[in-house]
């Protein structure tokens, strides 16, 4: 009798990538409860997965699991885990390479698939829809995530429920992300926030290490005169702040796909880099608001603002 246990999903790349997956990882965890789900990516992601589905981690990075990708033996607590697995998901490997040939010499027989992360240019549905389509070898897992897909767009994760947001809780700003390239000008982020405070609302500015590293100190002090800058240092930190949060207003980053798959009233801004149709935050609540960020005005974004947050006043 076959008494592996483990599920291993490997994951690396970005926040809102990996937000994506989570259907997957839910709909594993469903159709095998007797089993453990391990998410093997950057701890920090893993961290955040544990807390809010209550799945397992392993850290990708301290684990010895980079040496799947050469022909350096695991260390033994990876290679006992790895040999646990019946089901292996990998969204860091293809079909043919020396990462999925190492995999399946360690662990003989057990279901591995690999996941591709990059939709053709004409794909017409959402980037999760396209990890799901590829579970159509696995269709009890592809049916159960399209499933929890659903539930997502209805209701979120639910999760805010214990954690939910006070009758004043803030609008939560956060005008930075991975790629400038994706940002709305700061000051234009800088007037929303004094406009909101001017309206009687508690705000709430997020910078990263990104927007530390990259804005001068004098733009930092700015923001600070009209509202509260908060510095998440991990990503637990990050998620306390957005559960607190009445409404979530930032560009196309990981912190949006976070609030919106929460279930936090988001509103998300898109400029001509990134197709919301394809990376639209999941969640029941969240506007995207798309156009040239350069021509984008706070009018515009309050406006919005409105649709998911009727306390807003423009």
Same mark, same amino acid.
């Given at each position: 009798?076959?008494?592996?246990?483990?599920?291993?999903?490997?994951?690396?790349?970005?926040?809102?990538?990996?937000?994506?997956? $989570?259907? %997957?990882?839910?709909?594993?965890?469903?159709?095998?409860?007797?089993?453990?789900?391990?998410?093997?990516?950057?701890?920090?992601?893993?961290?955040?997965?544990?807390?809010?589905? @209550?799945?397992?981690?392993?850290?990708?990075?301290?684990?010895?699991?980079? @040496?799947?990708?050469?022909?350096?033996?695991?260390?033994?607590?990876?290679?006992?885990?790895?040999?646990?697995?019946?089901?292996?998901?990998?969204?860091?490997?293809?079909?043919?390479?020396?990462?999925?040939?190492?995999?399946?010499?360690?662990?003989?027989?057990?279901?591995?698939?690999?996941?591709?992360?990059?939709?053709?240019?004409?794909?017409?549905?959402?980037?999760?829809?396209?990890? %799901?389509?590829?579970?159509?070898?696995?269709?009890?897992?592809?049916?159960?995530?399209?499933?929890?897909? @659903?539930?997502?767009?209805?209701?979120?994760?639910?999760?805010?429920?214990?954690?939910? !947001?006070?009758?004043?809780?803030? &609008?939560?700003?956060?005008?930075?992300? /991975?790629? !400038?390239?994706?940002? $709305?000008?700061?000051?234009?982020?800088?007037?929303?926030?004094?406009?909101?405070?001017?309206?009687?609302?508690? &705000?709430?500015?997020?910078?990263?290490? &990104?927007?530390?590293?990259?804005?001068?100190?004098?733009?930092?002090?700015?923001?600070?005169? &009209?509202?509260?800058?908060?510095?998440?240092?991990?990503?637990?930190?990050?998620?306390?702040?957005?559960?607190?949060?009445? #409404?979530?207003? /930032?560009?196309?980053?990981?912190? /949006?796909?976070?609030?919106? %798959?929460?279930?936090?009233?988001?509103?998300?801004?898109?400029?001509?880099?990134?197709?919301?149709? #394809?990376?639209?935050?999941?969640?029941?609540?969240?506007?995207?608001?798309?156009?040239?960020?350069?021509?984008?005005?706070?009018?515009?974004?309050?406006?919005?603002?409105?649709?998911?947050?009727?306390?807003?006043?423009?």
């Amino acid at each position: 009798m076959d008494t592996r246990r483990n599920i291993l999903i490997f994951h690396s790349g970005a926040l809102g990538d990996f937000i994506v997956t $989570w259907p %997957i990882a839910m709909a594993l965890a469903r159709l095998h409860p007797q089993s453990r789900v391990f998410y093997v990516t950057h701890g920090q992601k893993g961290a955040l997965a544990e807390r809010v589905l @209550r799945v397992e981690s392993l850290d990708a990075e301290s684990g010895g699991w980079h @040496r799947l990708f050469s022909d350096g033996e695991l260390p033994a607590p990876a290679a006992k885990t790895l040999a646990g697995a019946h089901t292996i998901l990998s969204f860091v490997s293809s079909p043919d390479d020396r990462w999925s040939h190492n995999v399946a010499a360690c662990v003989p027989g057990a279901n591995l698939l690999t996941i591709a992360t990059t939709a053709p240019a004409d794909y017409a549905g959402h980037q999760a829809d396209f990890l %799901i389509d590829q579970l159509r070898c696995w269709p009890a897992i592809e049916s159960a995530a399209t499933q929890l897909l @659903r539930s997502i767009a209805d209701r979120g994760l639910g999760a805010r429920a214990t954690m939910g !947001a006070t009758a004043d809780a803030p &609008v939560v700003i956060h005008p930075g992300g /991975g790629a !400038a390239r994706k940002w $709305w000008a700061a000051d234009r982020y800088l007037d929303l926030a004094g406009r909101l405070r001017d309206a009687g609302r508690n &705000v709430h500015v997020l910078l990263g290490e &990104v927007e530390l590293d990259l804005w001068p100190g004098e733009q930092i002090e700015q923001f600070k005169a &009209v509202a509260k800058v908060m510095m998440p240092n991990t990503l637990l930190d990050l998620l306390a702040q957005i559960y607190s949060a009445g #409404l979530f207003i /930032g560009n196309d980053s990981g912190p /949006g796909h976070l609030a919106g %798959i929460l279930g936090v009233p988001t509103v998300s801004l898109f400029g001509q880099t990134s197709d919301p149709q #394809l990376w639209k935050p999941l969640g029941p609540q969240v506007k995207v608001l798309r156009q040239e960020l350069e021509s984008l005005s706070v009018d515009q974004v309050l406006d919005t603002a409105t649709h998911v947050d009727l306390r807003i006043v423009s």
